[in-house]
């Protein structure tokens, strides 16, 4: 049994199709490329016929030089009662330039005669008349099974009866697609064996989510003999997502003994998810399997201190293999060992039960109440650490500040201005600087400040600001959380703030950041002068 | 064969292991009403033993009167080479003073040896003697065989000795845990099957998410005889959370033929699932299966036409069954269905091929570019398509506004002021409001001024407010986009504003908020007129 599996990703197409998804140019070149990187065989890149953008895409990307993808072009049969050579939609196709063409045909009778009614019979010569065309050509076709499954259920003879007219018309492999996402795993598991058993060309599958189960479902079309996975990266896709290809892939590779990406980029599996996910520009799902922040995350009291003595006791797979690693967080639930190691640190000499852990805890506890999490904040949380055991001097002294903010220039426009007022050891002065918005305004102004106490900030520069309101339904007095990353190019830290104006909540993280920096070069000082 | 499904539902313990997630005693008490409301069997509300908040939260809910469920208390067997009644980790689960208890205990030899350090005998005896003890005080008993699985890989007769002494001393079901949550769907049903024939007590499932396969898993031993699901209701709980128990009783009930909550329950599981995870206060994944905003939203171009004409051709099932409803969607790669249903509410002459159509068109993807999305701002979208009709006459004028923003006086408060100068039809007047940051004072300020005019007004508050940095990586000079939801106490509207201003993008979204209410008054007038 041929234990290697074709993954064909759909993230630039299928998955383009998911609310609130929107690719431009530069993000599926960088996409195409990171998936290239590891070793992906497939890359459905685009509609050239719907969206005129992916035709665009196809002829400028066709110079990229990939070491082991392929590009593919969708789209679908023939429109009924035409020529092929007449339909828009194959010459967009042939545009695209690409050897691989997936095309998509209806298998499901009920499609057929009251979505795009026309007859049984026509459909089939939609299907082989496509494929044929386009193998004629030189190119290799992927029929896409359309509502297989529920094809299958309602009218077996007619959806086998479109399979073989691809099948005989040429098509490279049959790819069984759960258009709705309604099926379940055993049924997918009995409708796979019987497409299987009845043909010669490799079968693919195709899932989507709508029942909780596309990656199952699709570990269960392999385990009866589908050779060809597809999915999106990171699982986005219309209504509830495609199947999840990083967890597929994960779970076929690390538990089932097939191989679908080269073993040496197993360890870029998180990276690489992580980084679609950026460039999508959607909010990473942290509890992802396998590639998710929380994936290997500890909280309670008893799994930290059994993960602590062994990993495999509370953890599926060594986090290492994929890229991830193990965290362990600080909550009211989990035990003093995390917040103690965090402490000895800073502090080596202090014990679990000592009065500074205590005193430590409860402050952590305060604050955790007012809507500070400092899971994702370390350095925040360093910094608090230091000030409850009087290891902390401020590097400044924030005396004053003040924010206007009014109507722009032009329409649509808006202008703020900082003022802040710095004290750095006796020394006061005044700064002042201009925004997109106040939050901008200071954050300048700050830096501008303390620039001439402290050349070093001029290297630092932030990365990512994210806010969240904490409790939405107070509307606009609600609280929200600010975390901001900062980079000296070497170095990234996070920090947070919290309050119920934004303005004081970003304050907040943004001296945190800038005394965290001011606190790694004294530090560094002190080891050179050693 | 038996179809009824016991639910137990562990979102109170479980869940509260999930990152981010902190109860109060408020939300507890929440959660559980709806899920008794639902149906749902059990509720395990907590580990008095670890948490003793947990504990005065049992004492607190003795008085609740449920229709359906029963509260069940969570922890562990005794500790090693102690008696029973000398454990307060026993004497804790007592005091909670449920009639129903779940008690963990170790099944994989390796945590026995390794982890807990004691031997093979010891733990059995540490099975019984809990379970014993806890039957003997009228206690019903779960018994939570922890690691069961894995457990069952490695030394497969000492887990099933495991649950043979915890059947013998009196459990009323043996409940096996895939506690690292990376089995397969084969392998639990394999395993279940293998439990199921060997006793006669009633079998229980309990799955985490790690090989993204807890849903699958669990009907896969429902199917093999289990006949208790555990879960939580949205999926969240430790590292990549639970099975997810509104998807598990959607398929179960509406796709295998069992019965999990009653019938007419059904159509309450999105609203449950939705009310629970605002009550976590938590980002609802809205591509949650069933029960997502986005589960049946359809935005190609080709689906939304399909799916008007029979919903069946793109729905696995009917949204309406469990509570949701369907969405066409926005966007550029949707045709133009979507947009002129909403236009022609306005204007019901208007054709999809008018030139009317073609500039509202121009103009969304325009301001979908900037960063705009409509999808969830119906409200935005209407006066768009006014304002390009020429169906739109302001209602005020925003002449002008400034805010001011400076340190609160006492430590870790802030202060802002807002100032705003509205025309009305010639008349012009000012206010000023001091607020909870910049974007709550301005907030204040326009409504008071504005209920001069309008004094409909009055009636109207802000029930939601939402801020997203669209590209974090431009920190603090990244684009926002902001939503805000209103209400006047019988509808509720939500409107958009994207800005790189955080006041800009507010001020847009207040402005339209104000403007619909101040509509729909104008078109009330209008109907009593006529």
């Known amino acids: 049994m041929d234990r290697k599996i074709s993954v064909f990703d759909s993230t630039l197409r299928d998955g383009a199709q998911a609310e609130g998804i929107s690719f431009s140019a530069e993000d599926k070149l960088k996409i195409v490329r990171a998936l290239d990187a590891i070793g992906v065989e497939f890359i459905e890149a685009g509609n050239p016929f719907s969206n005129p953008k992916d035709l665009e895409f196809f002829q400028k990307v066709k110079d990229l030089r990939l070491e082991n993808a392929r590009l593919v072009a969708f789209g679908s049969t023939r429109r009924k009662d035409i020529l092929p050579q007449d339909d828009d939609n194959l010459k967009s196709i042939l545009l695209a330039g690409t050897e691989h063409i997936a095309i998509f045909g209806k298998c499901w009778d009920f499609h057929v005669t009251d979505i795009i009614n026309t007859t049984l019979e026509e459909n089939l010569r939609m299907i082989s008349d496509t494929i044929g065309y386009l193998t004629e050509r030189g190119k290799e076709v992927f029929f896409d099974a359309e509502h297989f499954f529920d094809g299958y259920k309602n009218n077996r003879e007619y959806a086998m009866k479109a399979l073989k007219a691809a099948s005989d018309a040429g098509a490279r492999s049959l790819v069984l697609c759960d258009t709705n996402g309604g099926c379940l795993p055993h049924e997918i598991a009995e409708m796979t064996r019987a497409v299987v058993e009845a043909f010669d060309v490799p079968v693919g599958i195709h899932c989507h989510n709508d029942s909780g189960c596309a990656v199952a479902n699709t570990l269960a079309a392999v385990a009866e003999g589908a050779s060809e996975i597809q ?300």
């Not at 006791?313 to 103690?340: A, W, Y």
């Not at 430590?360 to 955790?368: A, F, G, T, V, Y």
């Open 231 to 530: 999915g999106t990266f990171i699982g986005f896709g219309e209504r509830c997502g495609n199947a999840n290809l990083s967890t597929v892939i994960a779970n076929l590779q690390q538990k089932m003994g097939y191989s679908a990406i080269p073993e040496e980029s197993m360890e870029r599996l998180t990276e690489t998810a992580r980084f679609i996910g950026e460039t999508a520009n959607i909010s990473f799902d942290e509890n992802m399997p396998y590639v998710g922040r929380n994936a290997f995350s500890h909280k309670g009291g008893m799994h930290i201190d059994a993960a602590m003595k062994n990993s495999r006791s509370f953890e599926h797979i060594e986090p290492s293999v994929i890229g991830n690693s193990r965290r362990f967080l600080m909550s009211e639930v989990s035990g003093r060992s995390t917040v103690i190691k965090n402490i000895q640190k800073i502090a080596p000499n202090i014990s679990k039960d000592s009065e500074e852990t205590r005193m430590i805890i409860k402050r952590l506890k305060e604050l955790e109440h007012m809507g500070y999490q400092f899971e994702g904040a370390e350095s925040s949380f360093e910094l608090l650490i230091r000030k409850q055991l009087g290891k902390y001097k401020p590097f400044f002294d924030l005396v004053d500040f003040k924010i206007i903010g009014e109507r722009g220039q032009e329409a649509g426009e808006h202008s703020a201005y900082a003022m802040v007022k710095i004290n750095v050891e006796g020394t006061t002065k005044m700064s002042a600087a201009e925004g997109d918005g106040p939050v901008n305004a200071l954050d300048k102004a700050l830096r501008e400040c303390l620039e001439n106490f402290y050349p070093v900030l001029k290297k630092t520069s932030l990365t990512d600001y994210k806010v969240r309101v904490l409790d939405s339904r107070d509307a606009t007095a609600s609280k929200v959380r600010v975390l901001i990353s900062t980079t000296d190019g070497v170095n990234e830290w996070t920090t947070i703030g919290v309050s119920k104006d934004i303005i004081g909540a970003s304050l907040t993280a943004l001296v945190d950041a800038i005394e965290i920096k001011l606190l790694r070069e004294l530090e560094l000082k002190i080891r050179n002068y050693m």
